[in-house]
């Protein structure tokens, strides 16, 4: 018999102190964020927070295209005055996210999340108000009215809704790769280095019972529509290498969400997913929206 079949097996972290696991990561990842909250009853103006619809634009300025001329569809724009004068965070005007409706991935390239040819993030430093809808209406670009259309298979949104911005606070989650580093840290804290041992990961250092007790506690309220905080997948993080450092700020997500006591959807990224923009935190303080990571994924 080899001498590693006589090896002890390394200990795990016992399933009931995960809670004080959960509370360790949450105090030590929180942060001020802002959590996006339809408004079923309310019709959004032309220049409100809110998803869909007609977008804002001043007729000045050429209306985003793909290259191949196919205009983008407005996912969602933030009255940046909704926020509170937050520093992290423009504190006037209007941005804008727009997609790629015609295309069946909604402009997201799976060969560089960053190339912008097939979604756009536009901020507006101030607003002409002599804009009408009428006008913006007679530049003919797609909007979320259409619903799912097969023509437009791209747009993950059944209509126009009016957003209300709340202050929240938001914490890591499994979804996020940072969180091994972090949890780490918290083990080496509670158990000790040497109970530790040098693994690598959640996984390692739980029970079965233990990893789904810490997905459970960390954990954010549904559906998970947010500005600034951290990001949720449904499959797996795409900052990877580089990506990480470069976009560690979450711009915006949205999430799919369903229209209360109907069993309709008002949001739906293929089967259940969701979606999100990230930037740099230097890139966003400065206004500079010209490289941002878009992506979105489903079960």
Known sequence: MGSADNEKALPKVPTERVPEIVAAVIEKTSMPAYRLVIEGDRAPGLTDTKFGGLPYWPLNLDYPTTP???KLMLLAQLKMTDFG???RLPDHGLLQFFIDAADDCSGMDFDDSTNQSGFRVIWHETL????????????????SFMGFDE???GNPLTGEFAVRVEPTTSWMTTADDRLDGVFLEVCNKLFGEDFVGGRGNYWDLLEDEGV????????????????LGYPFFTQSDPRY????DEFGTLLLQIDSEGEPGTGKDRILWGDVGIGGFFINEENLKRGDFSRVLFNWDCY
Request: aromatic share 4%.
């Open 68 to 70: 191949k001329g196919q």
């Open 85 to 87: 004068g937050d520093p």
């Open 128 to 143: 002409d108000d002599t804009v009408t809808p009428g006008a913006i209406e007679a530049l003919g670009m797609p909007t």
């Open 151 to 153: 023509d437009f298979l």
């Open 212 to 227: 789904e007790a810490l997905f459970d506690g960390l954990k954010t309220p549904e559906p998970a529509h947010l500005v």
């Open 241 to 244: 290498g580089d990506l990480m």
